[in-house]
């Protein structure tokens, strides 16, 4: 079953996204990130194991970025057949939601366009029986402000954020959000947040991975 989920992090890495996929010319024909997926759990293999397979393909291709061997486009591919892939994935992790146990607001930070690992905390914590209002990418700090207001029975706002350069707006966004709601609870996450620079921001929590989303909404429920 290894080649399976190693030809899965191929495709990613590679931005195949289905076997009738031009992209990329050598492997046309083969099969994509979409039927592999679905064979890999008709094979009963995890959910949990196909979402790593795939971290570790956007890893792959996002080293290749950063040593100038790939440049925007591949990234937007390896994108579309993570998509593929989170298609399949949403049911299982989604499957929890019955009665809500409270309300989470995310959203990706002013000037940041990086919506994958928002859109994974965000059907996570829905599997785990949270109602999530999701703002989306480029999310000034109105927006949400806006959101607490039309919705201040929420446990907690979560920011999420890709870019170094956009750390500094989700600075901003804890500052406005801390000013104007001093109450409201915040968590954190995305590649280049730390523990350190969270605590710094004046964020109540940082979140390494979905999970710990889950865990810090638990944490504080009431
Ligand atoms: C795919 C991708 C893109 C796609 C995004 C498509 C999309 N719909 O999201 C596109 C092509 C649009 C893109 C554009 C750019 N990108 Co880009 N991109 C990536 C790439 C390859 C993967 C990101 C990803 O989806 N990872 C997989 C997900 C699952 O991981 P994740 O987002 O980190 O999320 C996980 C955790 O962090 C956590 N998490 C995330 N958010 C939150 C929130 C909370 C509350 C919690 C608790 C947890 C949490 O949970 C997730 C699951 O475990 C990364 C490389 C990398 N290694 O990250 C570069 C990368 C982030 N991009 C980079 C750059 C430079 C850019 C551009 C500036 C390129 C350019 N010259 O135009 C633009 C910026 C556009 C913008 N304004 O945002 C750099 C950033 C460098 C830096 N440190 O600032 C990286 C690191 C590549 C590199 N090695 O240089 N990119």
């Not at 190693?6 to 979409?34: F, H, M, W």
């Not at 290749?64 to 299982?92: C, D, I, Q, T, W």
């Amino acid at each position: 079953m290894d080649t399976l989920i190693e030809k899965l992090t191929y495709c990613i890495e590679r931005g195949k996204v289905n076997k009738d996929a031009p992209y990329p010319p050598d492997l046309r024909g083969q099969e994509g990130s979409d039927e592999l997926a679905a064979l890999a759990l008709e094979n009963h293999i995890s959910p949990d194991d196909i979402l790593e397979a795939c971290i570790e393909g956007m890893q792959r291709v996002g080293d290749k970025f950063g040593r100038n061997e790939v440049f925007v486009p591949e990234l937007l591919m390896a994108s579309k057949a993570m998509y593929a892939v989170m298609k399949h994935l949403k049911p299982y992790f989604e499957s929890g939601a019955i009665k809500t146990k409270g309300k989470f607001i995310i959203g990706t930070v002013a000037g940041d366009l990086h919506d994958i690992g928002k859109n994974l905390v965000s059907m996570v914590v829905k599997g785990n029986g949270w109602e999530v209002i999701d703002l989306g990418i480029d999310a000034k700090p109105q927006k949400f402000i806006d959101a607490i207001k039309n919705h201040p029975d929420c446990t907690a706002v979560g920011l999420s954020a890709l870019l170094t350069t956009t750390m500094i707006n989700m600075a901003k966004t804890v500052e406005e959000i801390k000013r104007t709601f001093p109450n409201t609870k915040v968590i954190v996450g995305g590649a280049p947040v730390t523990r350190d620079a969270a605590m710094k921001m004046g964020a109540d929590a940082y979140g390494k991975n979905p999970q710990e989303a889950v865990e810090f909404l638990s944490s504080i429920a009431r």
